[in-house]
């Protein structure tokens, strides 16, 4: 079995090809490990006796002591020898960000590069890729530097990219959602570990709740698959080239055989794997499995204090396939208690515009305990003078007991921003329209629905 | 005709039913007006003599001088005694901000409201709305307070909404997303005024660029069209009720009468109305109005650093029913002699990872002459250590030409962000997902090749 630890959570790390100069790949690449990482980390440069204040080495087997990953930065043609050395020194695990191989038609060098690894290793993450971020180890191969691009924080999301562009600014976008990640690898040409490799050690790491991928075309469709159903996990695929001038863009840039897209369909919907139409929805579909339990059944109750935000919500509902819960005789009963006479109980509830914390908290309980119900789509209008910000805790409450699903909807500007926030943090994945909340209760219902 | 300007650009505004009360609706819109409406207000209440520091009248036929608009803030019953009192004082124009008429059964009430204003007078905007937004002359009769509530800057999108609630929530929301706006209306009951009127004004209204309206159902959909057919501006319509159950969940609203949705489709087609399905579509369709011409055909150029974002931009530009264009032989000469030789010249423009402004630049100049190319989809992935800030200029550049239409694509943290905003306040709308900027080039090609 791979040693994927070697990759993840390194003792030491060699950067074969760190440089002194500001912002090139060497340095960055160097720099992250210095500044981040808590094992021991090298710098090797022929041509440098000292780089960011640390010795620097001429060769890997120059090192002290073991090395467990190496990370590859030199130019392509370097790149057997380089290798060699690290299989003289044992090393078992290399990411390669060296690029100039089979993408611009140089597919004997990349060859070479597969054989190395796989007979004496070490194994190989790349090449032509950004390589690996660990948020718990701060492993971090990235050469982007954080001026430029932000990491996130630790979460139970996993991240893996074949392009290393779409894998980066995700990176970037998603730290500045506040989105939590586990691990991020960009794989590139796959010359030796691949998609299916990542996706069984993501299957088996006890820190990824969820595994997010975004593909251009698969080498082996067979093994995906396989991986895909031992996970165990909710994966989520947004693999592109799915028009023939996409699957066509796809082949000059990475030469990957996108395929016909209804196999891929077929495939992922036989494995289980959640397709995602674009990068939004991937991670809003990735945010509510990572927080919320699945949904036992399609039915859904919509509690609101705006009336138009019921009616689109009450549309999407239906357009994503779910359906409207019916509110059993002990809800009623509660619900009208606390009602006003011009507010009917109905799905979608609506407390109406001088909703208090109060009304919702009933609603909620109603909803909890009512076995019509299989989850909740909470709407709250923040900017209603009757409404305190108490509520944010009653909907915390419900989402805590882990029993239904619930996710919320909001949407405004920095009052509004803040409340939604308190719930997101809280494990309340929030949407600022309706129509995104009922796509995640969705894919949470189908999911469920499948388990 | 009614007269408008007396909503919009009224001289002086009387709140009857203004209150001392803190945060409640009587107080919240006096202090609107006193804090920042340059023309005269006065508070009526008969209950006090003073509020929030202004002579406070007993009726609105005891203040000086001629009044052009009276808010009306006081409960259902009172309603038509002031209305005559309005009438009396010669009041051209009344928003009624009060509930409580035909929504909850109390159709008599409202009726007679109806008839009061339709024979002597003021013309009413409500019952049971928020009023009108303002944002060159600060007319501001929305009762959520500033706190809880941002106001837009000035802009050319105007946006009328039935709903309350949904029109203060994408008040708030565009306001923290820094999109201009020129007026709002929230019409509430259309007790006399309706869309069409609305819609009618804002057609002929110099500031507004882009009318937007959120509706549950109109009441008379040949008007509506009449008045959509003549504004000869985009209109974009979001219309909740798209299913049976989002229907009667509008009956229970605002008794609106939804009716069937391909009805409504139709009338929309008919009429160059454009529909959005959510609040986010509806000004992602407003900001590329507001900012760039309509493209005069179908063929994009995808310009991109980012080979993945190319594949997702060239999938979204099909799906949305657009074409890739093709470089004629003279834009090939002069980009193959500023690629990288494995950089192929095609359509996604794919100008590599390595790319810096100066590639955009004969990007950009080269889809500008090139009669091949009807508008241009301009993917700019920051995080980049080649890639200039100076990029920026060249996409403004292309744009200030107004020649053809282009729109921005980007993603990622604060360093992007703040990019993306110096694009967007110099007029390129800007999109984080490939599919959202090839949704709103399919809509301005649509619109370009129906006028």
């Known amino acids: 079995m791979t040693d994927f630890n ?60 073991s090395v467990d990953m190496a990370v590859i930065a030199v130019p392509a043609k370097f790149v057997p020898q380089v290798m060699r050395e690290c299989a003289q020194k044992r090393v078992p695990a290399a990411v390669i960000i060296t690029s100039g191989f089979s993408e611009v038609g140089n597919h004997e060098l990349e060859e070479e590069i597969t054989r190395i690894a ?7 993450i790349g090449v032509n890729c950004l390589g690996v971020f660990d948020s718990k180890t701060d492993v971090d191969t990235l050469f982007l530097p954080r001026s430029k691009m932000d990491r996130p924080k630790r979460g139970n999301v ?40 990542f996706i069984e050690f993501l299957g088996r790491d006890a820190n990824t709740k969820v595994i997010c991928s975004y593909m251009e075309g698969t080498k ?21 080239g799915r028009t023939n001038e996409g699957t066509s863009a ?38 509510v499995f990572s ?96 409404l305190e910000p108490d509520v944010v805790k009653h909907v915390i409450n419900f989402s805590k007991r882990r029993k239904k699903p619930i996710v919320g909807c909001a949407a405004g500007g920095k009052y509004t921003h803040d409340n939604m926030k308190r719930l997101e943090d809280a494990g309340v994945p929030m949407y600022e329209a309706p129509h995104e909340a009922a796509k995640v209760l969705g894919v949470l219902a189908k999911y469920g629905g499948r388990l």
Chains 1, 2 share one sequence.
């Not at 796989?118 to 190989?124: E, K, S």
Request: proline share 5%; glycine share 8%; with cysteine.
């Open 6 to 65: 070697a990759f993840f959570d390194p003792r030491s790390v060699a950067v074969i090809g760190a440089s002194r100069k500001k912002d090139s790949i060497g340095e960055v690449i160097m720099h992250n490990f210095i500044q981040h990482f808590r094992g021991k980390s090298y710098p090797v440069n022929p041509n440098a006796k000292q780089i960011l204040g640390k010795k620097c080495y001429r060769t890997i087997t120059d090192v002290p002591g």
């Open 118 to 124: 796989r007979t004496t290793g070490p194994r190989v």
């Open 220 to 240: 082996d469709g067979r093994k995906l698959m396989a991986a895909a159903k031992k996970a165990k996990k909710p994966i989520i695929v947004l693999k592109a």
């Open 158 to 197: 996993a991240f893996i990219s074949q392009s290393g562009a779409v894998g980066s600014i995700v990176l970037d976008w998603i730290a500045s959602r506040g989105i939590g990640m586990s691990k991020f690898v960009s794989y590139g040409n796959a010359t030796d570990l691949n998609d299916y490799d």
């Open 250 to 287: 796809v082949s000059s840039h990475t030469g990957s055989l996108a395929g016909a897209d209804a196999v891929y369909d077929a495939a992922f919907h036989q494995s289980n794997i959640i397709r995602a139409n674009d990068i939004e929805e991937m991670f809003d579909f990735a945010r």
């Open 291 to 386: 927080k919320q339990p699945p949904a036992r059944g399609k039915k859904v109750m919509i509690i609101t204090n705006g009336g138009g935000f019921g009616v689109l919500a009450t549309d999407a509902i239906i357009q994503n396939g779910l359906e409207l819960a019916k509110w059993d005789s002990k809800s009623r009963k509660a619900l009208k208690k606390v009602l006003p006479w011009y507010a009917p109980v109905h799905n979608p509830m609506d407390l109406v515009g001088d909703a208090n914390a109060a009304r919702y908290k009933v609603a909620l309980d109603c909803a909890m305990d009512d076995p019509n119900v299989d989850a909740v789509l909470c709407i709250t209008l923040f900017q209603t003078t009757s």
